[in-house]
């Protein structure tokens, strides 16, 4: 066993925030050593949790549109990692999901980081994911934020949530598919098909 699964399987095996979950632990990420795209979310949502698949779900479906892939490249690469915010679903709060325990990004977060040292672009999805990986740089608003994309370089783009959710600001916000989405599209097809 590498060290790189070492580390996964002790992800996987944690259950620091276990007294706060509504189920049973189930830490779910997905990580290659040489990833190159790294999907920053907020936390596995219920159907998730029940599949152990990240974004196995509509808002899965909404981002790998997105980003121009299909299934088995977003699953079958090697290419993209998925570390959310918390590893496990943190159950309900009002009318959507609880924010993501936070237990998990001081305890794994750069660990998992520093093993996948090929990434070379991070989608950094909603706000806890913006908190942690923009700091100071992002804009009092997740809109502002995600409007300023450019401003992150090459290496960082944020997005809103690809929840149904969301269809009101994304019909609010025409620019984010005419103007972001294609850059997005150019930059993930480049590092998939990228032979390190």
């Not at 399987?9 to 040489?34: G, K, S």
């Not at 899965?60 to 998925?82: N, P, Q, T």
């Not at 679903?89 to 996948?116: F, N, T």
């Not at 809103?160 to 930059?187: G, I």
Request: glycine share 8%; proline share 12%; charged share 20%.
């Amino acid at each position: 066993m590498t060290a790189f699964d070492r580390l996964i399987a002790d992800v996987r095996a944690c259950t620091v925030c276990a007294p706060h979950l509504p189920f049973p632990p189930r830490p779910i990420v997905q990580a290659f050593a040489d990833a190159r795209i790294l999907i920053a979310g907020q936390a596995p949502g219920r159907r998730v949790q029940e599949s152990g698949v990240m974004f196995d779900d509509p808002s899965g479906e909404r981002l790998r549109d997105w980003m121009g892939i299909d299934a088995d490249v977003f699953y079958k690469s090697g290419r993209i990692a998925v570390l959310p915010m918390g590893f496990c679903y943190p159950g309900k709060r009002g009318g959507g999901d609880a924010p993501p325990r936070p237990e998990c990004a001081p305890l794994w977060r750069q660990k998992l980081i520093d093993a996948m040292p090929d990434v070379r672009l991070t989608l950094v999805i909603g706000q806890y994911a913006q908190a942690w990986h923009l700091g100071k740089r992002r804009s009092p608003s997740l809109t502002e934020t995600v409007k300023n994309w450019r401003a992150f370089g090459p290496g960082l783009m944020p997005l809103p949530h690809p929840s149904p959710r969301n269809n009101p600001w994304l019909a609010a916000n025409p620019w984010f598919s005419a103007e972001l989405l294609p850059v997005l599209q150019r930059q993930v097809r480049a590092l998939v098909d990228q032979h390190i």
